[in-house]
């Protein structure tokens, strides 16, 4: 998606380099930034990295179970839990709907969470 997004500047190797970084979070993003620089001399160089660094994700897709199987690890903020198991949710195949999601995300919760969550929820979801 960044390569067709950027292809009006393909001849701008330094642009791509710097825009790059944009179009990362997360994990990846703190990869880039720990990149050494003497390595990438050109935008070739930054995506052999990144495809080498990220390849595994291809065939490492999560299903469905094992996102259900997830929990809040003990010393894990509510936040820090809701976003790694919104990372994880990203990479099921095939993608799931919204209202799946937050149906899942729900029953992976301890019961304080749980009970919090639906007790705040709007009683007319639209």
Known sequence: ???RKMFAYASNDELLIHCFQDSLTGAALI???GLDRIDIKNFNDLCEAFVQRYNY???LALERDEL???TQNDN???KAYAQ????F????CPPLKEKELARIFLKTLDQFYYENMVASAPN???
Do not use: P
């Open 89 to 92: 949710a990203e990479q099921v």
């Open 31 to 33: 990869w880039y930034m």
């Open 76 to 78: 894990e903020s509510f």
């Open 84 to 87: 790694r198991w919104r990372d």
């Open 68 to 70: 259900q199987a997830m």
């Open 1 to 3: 998606m960044y390569v």
């Open 57 to 59: 994700n291809w065939y």
């Open 124 to 126: 007319n979801v639209a």
